[in-house]
């Protein structure tokens, strides 16, 4: 796999209980994201204010919709779409298929809501 110099990439905090798995990391290289694992943050309680303590993120990367509008206002936030819900009561098992980006920081330039599969 031929890769884009990191000087281009956009660092995206991951916020999660768990390490990005290959799947999501070969995604989000695609598009030229870096994913930087942060560790796990209470959904209903995150600031911009935490994740810029963190460290200089281009965007993030969450599970829960809580903390997606919590910090929508600062960053651009990606999501990943996961394949093969189990049934209810089996034991959790997916792997990403896509990442889906959102924007609502105004610019000068056009939003965009990008979709980015394998």
Known sequence: MKHKSRFNYFKFAFISR????????????KKGIELIPIGD???FT????DIS???????VVVVHPAAALSLASEYTIGVF???IRPAEGDR??????ALHLY???LTYELITIETITE
């Open 46 to 49: 995150v600031t911009p204010g």
């Open 18 to 29: 768990h390490t990005p798995t290959s799947e999501q990391i070969e995604i989000a290289d």
């Open 103 to 105: 924007s609502m920081i």
């Open 81 to 83: 779409e996961n394949a």
């Open 53 to 59: 303590k963190a460290g200089g993120f281009d965007g």
């Open 41 to 43: 943050r209470d959904a």
């Open 92 to 97: 959790p098992t997916f792997y990403a298929k």
